[in-house]
Structures are given as C-alpha cells and as structure tokens.
C-alpha cells in the first residue's frame, strides 16, 4: 500500500520560511514511481503544480511564481521530499500536498491527474 504524508505546515509571516516533509512508503512495491511532485490548492480552484523532482534526483522543475524562492529535494535513503520554502508571500497560503506519479517527470505536459498517489495535505498559511 502506498502512502505518502506530509507534515511541516503552519502559519508564518510574510517573508519567512517553512520547510515541508513528504514521507513515502510501498511506492518501489507498487509499480515504481518516477516522479514526486508538490502540489497545493486554494478552496474551491484546481490543484496548482508547484515542483516535481525525478526520483534520481537529477530533474527538477518549478512553477513560475515559487522559482527562486522554494526548493525541491529529495532523500531516497530516508524516502523524504522535501520543499523549501522561502521568502513566502501571502499569495503561498493554500493547502499543500505531496504526489507520486509511475510515469517520468515532464512539466510543460504534466497535470495533477498525471499522478497517481497522493498525500492528505498540509496548510501553509502565510500573513502580513
């Protein structure tokens, strides 16, 4: 069974920072997975894709609004991503989720529906 979670969230002011950990499990057992990725969402919108990473590590892409400020890693030994956030901006508070998908990492073509496993969410709340 895959599972995936995260933790990290909370509520910082503007201009801070936070660190996001996804935990995963039973991916290598599920058909394998190429390519983790952070999405978040607003209520009521779409989820937005903000980072996806390969699982080598070695392919990394990033929305246009976070490039810059967040980062994407990930540590296979311990089966943690995570996303750095930095210099967060009122407009970052949403509810954040890990995702894994079997297929390769591809950003210009990718969309949530692309991955096939998800975590609960954890909220990033951001204030003045």
């Known amino acids: 069974q895959v599972q995936l979670m995260e933790s990290g969230g909370g509520s910082v002011q503007a201009g801070g920072s936070l660190r996001l950990s996804c935990r995963a499990s039973g991916l290598s057992k599920n058909g394998g997975t190429n390519c983790l990725g952070w999405y978040r969402q607003e209520p009521r919108k779409s989820r937005e894709g903000v980072a996806i990473i390969s699982t080598g590590g070695d392919v990394t892409h990033y929305a246009a609004a976070v490039k810059g400020r967040f980062t994407i890693s990930l540590d296979n030994a311990k089966g943690i991503m995570y996303l750095q956030m930095n210099n967060l901006k009122i407009e970052d508070t949403d509810m954040y989720y890990c995702?894994?998908?079997?297929?390769?990492?591809?950003?210009?073509?990718?969309?949530?529906?692309?991955?096939?496993?998800w975590g609960q969410g954890t909220q990033v709340t951001v204030s003045a």
């Open positions: 995702a894994a998908a079997r297929r390769n990492c591809a950003w210009n073509v990718m969309s949530e529906v692309d991955f096939d496993y």
